[in-house]
């Protein structure tokens, strides 16, 4: 135990050391190459293993994560309210308004807390207490909101959890100056945000998945290997990486299956949620077990 806290505190002072906005990081991926190869993945994203239609309070799902044994906390991006999702239901069961109407983008369930991502950037916090019915809680004293000091003008669309920093990525859409797509890191411990690394897109380009610029629409951390898998939806891809942002694979998605993909969280055991916007019509949510 005491080895691997120790390795854990080095890994959190070494990675935010490296980080601090405005520094050019050690670790940042730059990988030179033209031409690239996709590692396997070991999920079958054209065949899901299930597929099921949200009820129409997630027709504009837009974030996923797992919440607890058979259920996902959900957002949606028109009001300030988590979902509480029943797998084998298929239905909600439980839901918190934690705030007024805005365009939330991503939610996150870590140590009995859930927290939620606005677009521009700013965080809401609060704890859940499983019950049967809507809790009017938005406003008051159990919610906290954080705001998080972002360089420029952001669009944020992507929100998970990293457990080995204890931190929240935080996954820019668009950002100031660049087409290039930072990923910030918000400690949990320190309470600080530090800029994480960088996706430079002439990498992405290299796997020749497609002509678009990778927006990412959701990011999520892969509970075995640790690696990040970032959706987009602006160019239908899933894209895996290293904590240092070395690109691994670019996936193309099927567009029939996922319209609009942006929401992404994994099970313990592995297996992958995706959920895609319903794009006029019911949300869509798909589940992708590890392949044999």
Not at 180 to 204: E, H, M, P, R, V
């Amino acid at each position: 135990m005491l080895n691997r806290i120790t390795l854990a505190s080095l890994l959190l002072i070494t990675f935010f050391s490296a980080c601090k906005p405005g520094k050019k990081k050690a670790d940042e991926a730059d990988q030179s190459t033209t031409t690239a190869v996709s590692a396997p993945i070991p999920y079958d994203l054209a065949n899901p293993t299930q597929s099921q239609k949200l009820p129409a309070d997630l027709r504009e799902i837009s974030g996923l994560s797992y919440y607890k044994p058979g259920r996902l906390a959900c957002v949606q991006d028109e009001v300030g309210m988590v979902y509480i999702y029943d797998l084998k239901k298929q239905a909600v069961v439980d839901n918190h308004v934690f705030g007024p109407k805005g365009d939330f983008e991503g939610v996150e369930y870590v140590d009995k807390t859930l927290y939620a991502l606005r677009s521009d950037g700013e965080l809401y916090a609060f704890e859940h207490e499983d019950g049967n019915g809507i809790k009017i809680l938005g406003g008051s004293p159990e919610t906290r909101h954080i705001k998080i000091d972002l360089p420029g003008k952001n669009d944020m669309e992507g929100l998970g959890y990293d457990p080995q920093l204890d931190a929240l990525l935080l996954a820019t859409k668009d950002g100031p100056n660049t087409d290039d797509k930072t990923i910030y890191f918000y400690s949990l411990k320190n309470k600080t945000l530090f800029q994480g690394f960088i996706l430079k897109q002439a990498n992405i380009a290299a796997f020749g998945e497609s002509k678009k610029p990778f927006k990412p629409s959701g990011i999520a951390v892969h509970p075995k290997t640790h690696d990040y898998y970032l959706l987009s939806a602006a160019s239908h891809q899933l894209l895996v990486c290293t904590m240092q942002g070395k690109v691994k694979s670019v996936v193309k998605l099927d567009k029939d299956l996922l319209s609009q993909p942006e929401g992404i969280c994994f099970l313990p055991d592995g297996t992958l949620y995706l959920s895609s916007e319903g794009d006029g019509k019911k949300g869509i949510l798909l589940e992708f077990k590890v392949k044999e």
